[in-house]
C-alpha cells in the first residue's frame, strides 16, 4: 500500500506528493552566478498538536479493541505481503548502455557495484553539483541505511546511493553525517537521467517532467528515488523496479516507530509533512 501511494497516474497529485514528503518551502533553492545551487535552510516554529482524545475504558473492553485492530494489521500484512509477490513478478529490463561511475576506490561500473552480489539496490540522493549539502529529506530516509546494511549482503544484496554532485562534494557531506554505506557520483554519465530523478534546464524552461511514471510539473532538478537490478550468471544485467515519492515511505524506520504512539507522526499541522525534519546535526 505504501508503494502504491507513491504510484497515482495523475500528474499533479504525484507532484503534490512530492512536495509534501520531501520538499521544504522554508528551504528555498537559489541560482548563483556560477549556476550552481545552493539550499538554504530557514528555521521554522511550528506548535505541536495534542494526540487526538481517547475513551477512557476497561482492560476487558479495550482488549475487545486492541483485537479488532488486530484484524485489520493482519488484513494489511497479508495485503503487503500480496504486493511484494507482484513486484517480485514484474518483468525485467536488460541494462545494454554502460553506466561509470566515480567512487571511492576509483571509476566503476553498474556491474561493478554489485560487488560479488546478484542484486543491487540503488537509493537516488537528492544531492546535485554545487548544492554544498544533501536534501534534508533524503538525509532522513539515509540515517537508516546503515543499520539494514549490515544484513542485506547476508542476502545476497549490495546497497548504493547514487548522487549526481561530483565525488569530492559527495564525500564532504558523508564524512559531515558519518554514514558508512557505499555511495558514488553520476556526475560524467546519464544514470539519473535514465531514471527520472535528474532533469534538464530544457525540463526547467518547458516546466514538465517525467517522473513516478507520469509528466507533472517541474519542481526540482534533483528528485529521489530507488532503483533495484539483478545481475545473471552470465554477468547481464537487468533493471528489476523503481520507485519513487511516497513509494519511499517504506524505507522510513522512525516512521515506523512514530506510528505506533498517540500522536502518530505528529505533522498535520505543518505546512508539509517533513517539515519537522532536520539533517541530524542540525536539531
Known amino acids: 500500500m505504501l508503494a502504491a501511494a507513491g504510484a497515482t497516474s495523475t500528474g499533479g497529485l504525484v507532484a503534490f506528493a512530492v512536495k509534501q514528503f520531501f520538499f521544504d518551502p522554508a528551504e528555498i533553492i537559489k541560482q548563483t552566478k556560477q549556476d550552481k ?47 511484494s509477490r507482484h513486484r517480485r513478478e514484474l518483468p525485467w529490463v536488460k541494462i545494454d548502455k554502460q553506466y561509470v561511475f566515480e567512487g571511492p576506490a576509483g571509476r566503476e561500473t553498474l ?10 539496490i540503488v537509493y537516488h540522493f537528492m544531492l ?15 540515517d537508516h541505511f546503515d543499520g539494514a546494511n549490515w544484513h542485506l549482503p547476508h542476502r545476497d544484496v549490495s546497497f548504493v546511493v547514487v548522487s549526481r554532485a561530483p565525488l569530492s562534494e559527495i564525500e564532504a557531506y558523508k564524512k559531515r ?13 546519464d544514470f539519473n537521467f535514465d531514471y527520472h530523478v535528474s532533469f ?20 526540482s532538478d534533483e528528485l529521489p528515488g530507488l532503483s533495484v537490478f539483478f545481475k545473471d550468471q552470465n554477468g547481464d544485467v537487468f533493471h528489476t523496479y523503481s520507485t519513487y515519492a511516497r513509494g519511499l ?18 505533522e498535520d499541522h505543518l505546512d508539509f509533512s517533513m517539515d519537522w525534519v532536520r539533517r541530524h546535526d542540525q536539531y
Open 37 to 83: 545551487m545552493k539550499i538554504e535552510t530557514l528555521e521554522t516554529k511550528t506548535d505541536k498538536t495534542d494526540p487526538n482524545p481517547s475513551k477512557v475504558v476497561s482492560g476487558a473492553e479495550w482488549l475487545v479493541a486492541r483485537k479488532d485492530l488486530l484484524t485489520r494489521e493482519k488484513e494489511l500484512t497479508r495485503l503487503c505481503d500480496e504486493v
Open 111 to 120: 556491474s561493478d557495484l554489485f560487488d560479488v552480489r546478484s542484486q543491487l
Open 128 to 142: 546535485g553539483p554545487g548544492w554544498g549539502e544533501g536534501c534534508k529529506s533524503c538525509s532522513y530516509l539515509a
Open 177 to 189: 553525517m558519518g554514514w558508512r554505506f557505499k555511495w558514488v557520483s553520476s556526475h560524467a554519465n
Open 200 to 219: 534538464t534546464k530544457e525540463n526547467e524552461r518547458k516546466g514538465t517532467v517525467y517522473y513516478n511514471y507520469t509528466t507533472q510539473d517541474f519542481i
Open 249 to 266: 515511505d517504506i524505507l522510513v524506520g522512525a516512521y515506523n516507530f512514530l506510528d505506533l504512539v498517540p500522536k502518530g507522526r505528529d
